[in-house]
């Protein structure tokens, strides 16, 4: 059975950081892609970061584009989402995922995602 277990929300100023991360099982982890989505009130999923080839090959939204750091560790069966320059607008839910593949083309659709942690960007 898959599970995907997100850690390390929380309240933080405009401006500060976070790392989140996601405890993978279930999976032989280093052969799929992986990912991050989130959704902040009222809106839909927005898709964030996701990362292929064991960490070889990173793909980000532009509105996180030099400001989050997505990467994987293999040996921990992790994943990790550093987040720096923290802004209001990146309040949400945070979600891992995992593809139905090793490989990721833009508009994937994730098969599995955990139960999500609270970003919240507030001064």
């Known amino acids: 059975e898959v599970q995907l277990v997100e850690s390390g929300g929380g309240l933080v100023q405009p401006g500060g950081s976070l790392r989140l991360a996601c405890a993978a099982s279930g999976f032989p982890f280093g052969k799929f892609a992986m990912g991050w989505v989130r959704q902040a009130p009222g809106n839909g999923l927005e898709w964030v970061a996701a990362?292929?080839?064991?960490?070889?090959?990173?793909f980000y939204a532009d509105s996180v584009k030099g400001r989050f750091t997505i990467a994987a560790d293999n040996a921990e069966d992790t994943l990790y989402l550093q987040m720096n320059n923290l802004e209001p607008e990146d309040t949400a839910v945070y979600y891992c995922t995992k593809y139905q593949s090793a490989r990721y083309s833009n508009g994937a659709v994730f098969e599995d995602r955990g139960k999500g942690t609270q970003v919240t960007v507030s001064s």
């Open positions: 990362i292929v080839g064991g960490g070889s090959t990173t």
